[in-house]
């Protein structure tokens, strides 16, 4: 049975950072490109980051590029998301999902499509 399990999120001021986890099993998770979603209340969910089966591409949602970082460690099947200088609509219920296909242009991933497996979301909440 394939399972993600996202971690991290809470309760944090702006500017400051939170690191959420992603941890997989049921399928060979060096096989699959891993994104990061999050849905705000009232919004769409929409793709923040997402990074290719062996970690050499990667998306980034343009208003999180610069402060936020994607990661993974296939030995631990886990993908990380380091998020710093957070802001209020950063706040959030954050996913991950497997991708099942990317396009790349050298080490950033142009499109991507096909997120067949979720996991259960983290709630991060920025706010004063």
């Known amino acids: 049975e394939v399972q993600l399990q996202a971690s991290g999120g809470g309760l944090v001021q702006p500017r400051q950072s939170l690191s959420l986890s992603c941890t997989a099993s049921g399928f060979n998770f060096g096989d699959y490109a891993i994104g990061w979603f999050r849905q705000a209340p009232g919004k769409e969910r929409e793709g923040v980051s997402v990074?290719?089966?062996?970690?050499?591409?990667?998306y980034y949602l343009d208003s999180v590029k610069g402060r936020f970082t994607i990661s993974r460690d296939n030995a631990k099947n886990t993908v990380y998301l380091q998020m710093n200088n957070l802001k209020p609509d950063d706040t959030a219920v954050y996913f991950c999902?497997?991708?099942?296909?990317?396009?790349?242009?050298?080490?950033?991933?142009?499109?991507?499509?096909?997120?067949?497996?979720w996991g259960k979301g983290t709630l991060v909440t920025v706010s004063s």
């Open positions: 990074i290719s089966a062996r970690g050499t591409s990667t």
């Open positions: 999902a497997t991708v099942q296909s990317i396009t790349t242009s050298g080490e950033r991933i142009t499109n991507y499509r096909g997120m067949d497996h």
